[in-house]
């Protein structure tokens, strides 16, 4: 959040530099991220009188003014058809410098005015619009800025108007809200600088209305408990107009678009204060009332940017009109959030009701992040804005209007409430200050709170508290302050953590240890980035689009995700049940990006099961399981050019990486074929118990971009926890004895099949274990084979541990396993 120093030092004394305060504020939390000075660049600017203009002796489109500087005369040759004698302008003599403009509309370095000749005419310098002074949407018209009659003659243009202000770019954390204004940063300092004053409030001057309004309004209704309270003001006999000078600039420059003297009235007091207000012209309204409700399933508005919304039943509303059978109140805003287009202010409105209320800060950062409308009212209520503020924003802002448009005001607000927060006291201890903090001072302490606003609560407090027991009321601005280590959060702010004493920790009982799962990762992570794969971060958040991006059916429990009650955003709104997504994200991004090369990736992390299918597919509470699970990713990329051989990644290549991050466990797998909604219906494995092996379905890689094949896996972790210890066999000193077998297999059976049929054949025809190991060396398939079969040739190793075989009893037993081969089906060659 940018914050005016001009600003911040009408609310408060303050002896410190900006860089001081920003120093302060960064070490208590609040982090200054930079300070701006956007005047830097403007040098030699003053405030000029147009004495005379005149048109150019031979130039049709051009003026010539003579100015007035107060030190002097000065020409000036213009295009501007905005300006008349007796204007007061911003003039840069030559020698003057300004902020050279990017064609984005950023300041970049200064550029120096100078003379120019426009045919017999030398213009000195130059009159200056706002986009020339790095401010383009304080421009009320096209043309040279026109200041205010009372600018006076010769003053330089960094004293007025803001222009010389210095901006403090604060970065706040979600839970102080109350820091997202000019009145929440002036009590932050006062609290930090003890000794500095917080001066009276320029609204503390302005009493509520007591005149009855002149206009018809019937009532305001509260269903919703969302709304804690609501305010209606009015204001009568407006005259739309450009709010003053000094009001769009500092709009501008806090990163607010100047519109009107009414809407900048709202956001003006939005900046001060932190309180959202909302304006609404009352003829535009359906009824003359107000109601605040919950949206209906699928009930629609039209926000003010133009835009249709399709709401849900957790949204809320401030409607116009009638309840009647079959048909609900007209929305005319979406509550916290934007308001409605038809009932915006307009040139010709000519009566203002204008909203102050305090909204959930649940419920709008909910509908906020749903729909994508980060509005500057949403951001406050999303982290919370005090309640007591909703009045006092209504009255200051009808206040300014009453300035600025002349319009009628001082009538009675009409007021709605549910339910109040009402601060509770929180109690700190010397012992659990001592605890945290190695300081127990409590007496210092008090005044530290009290000067955040925190007072102590001298009522609640009892005689068995006793002098080591102190409690403390927060204000309502301070809704963050709930416990007693929030209490000593704040001391501690006040103090510095850079100043906390230092000690060294004590004895550990016992030794550290890493835990089992850590360990795991640990060495599943060394033998992956050991293969040539790269380790990947993802969200643990997904879209709701993932499940029909990955085909997954209805009765897989990956297609039930479990859905955020508070989602960051449309696209973060469910937790994962499967890794892939979040890889197949960032390879799509890489590859629109123009990446070329191979792409291997890995992610260890956890997914999110429910233990059911849930019928309520946006159902918060059903119970759910979480596994960590090892997901990889390998894509050739779509330039394998190398010095040396190709080596494009296949099936194979993957299953090997499988094979080795489970074997580095001590366990084997059996891959079987199977079928993953999103698997090449030829090329899927399922490791059982483990976890799956698939290349991508060509569909779904020809939807995301990928012109080469994508293989994916994923492995439950589980079951890796515990490694499988090798055992040490000795060898044999005995020869081996060595035969080969060569068959036709069907395609449905597997190498592990017919390896398992091989083994038990030996194993069934000898007592001693003599078969060492078979091996698969040939497979082969086309001329001479029949359809739907394949070649396949094995070696198989006989060994003995404690004689030598000879040929006679090898060539017996593995005949006999030919013919045991052949009547299970194989056709032996």
Known sequence: MIVSWQLLNRFVDLSASPEEAAFRLTMSGAEVESIERPGALISGVVVARVQSLERHPSKENLFVAELDTSKGKAVCVTAATNLKAGDKVFYGAPGATLPGITPHGAASEKVELG?????????????????????????????????????PVGADALSLYGLGDVLLDISVTPNRGDLLSVLGIARELKGLYPDSVLKPMPWEENVAGTKDWPVEFGTIALPDDGCLNYHLGLATNVGIAPSPLE?????????????????????????????PLHAFDLNTLPEREITVRSASEGEKIVTLDGKERLLTAKDMLVTSGKETLGARTRPISLAGVMGGKQTGVHDDTGIVVLEGASFSARRVGHTSRRLGVASEAAFRYSRGVDPTLSALGVDYALFLMSEWSGATTGYKKISAFNAQPEPQPVVLTKKKLQTYLLWSDMEESTQILEGYGIRRANKFESEKFGENVRAFTPPTWRPDIAIEEDLIEEIGRYRGY???????????????????????????R?????????EAITYSFLPESFVSTLRLPDDDLRAHPLFLANPISQDWMTMRTTLLPGLLNGLRESVASGWRGPVRLFEIGRVFLRDEPHSDSRSHSAGHRELDVLAGLVYSGTDPRTPWAETRDDFLSVKADVLALLEIRGRGAAFT???????????????PGIGYLARLSPAIERELGFAEPVYVFELTLTVLENAEKPVYTPASSFPASFRDISMLVSNDRTQDEVLAEIRASVDERSSAKILESVKL???????????????????????????TLNDEEVDKIHNSVRDALSKKGYNMR
């Open 673 to 687: 074929r199977g079928s993953e909604p999103f698997g090449h219906a030829g090329q899927t494995a399922l490791i």
């Open 247 to 275: 009001i769009r600039v500092a709009l501008a420059r806090l990163g607010m678009r100047p519109i009107s003297n009414i809407v900048d009235a709202t956001n003006y007091v939005m900046l001060l204060l932190g309180q």
């Open 777 to 803: 060396f040939d497979i082969y398939s086309g001329k001479g084979i029949p359809e739907g079969y394949r070649g396949m040739a094995f070696s198989l190793c006989y060994r003995a541990f404690d004689r």
């Open 526 to 534: 060394a033998c992956a980035i050991a293969r040539g794969y790269v």
């Open 115 to 151: 003379l120019r000749d426009f045919g017999e005419v030398r213009s000195e310098g130059m009159m200056l619009s706002a986009a020339e002074l790095g401010l383009p949407d304080v421009d009320i018209v096209e043309g040279i800025l026109v200041l205010p009659g009372d600018a």
């Open 498 to 524: 850079d100043k906390a004493p230092v000690r060294l920790p004590g004895v550990l009982p016992r030794r550290g240890d890493i835990g089992a799962e850590t360990s795991l990762a640990g060495v599943l």
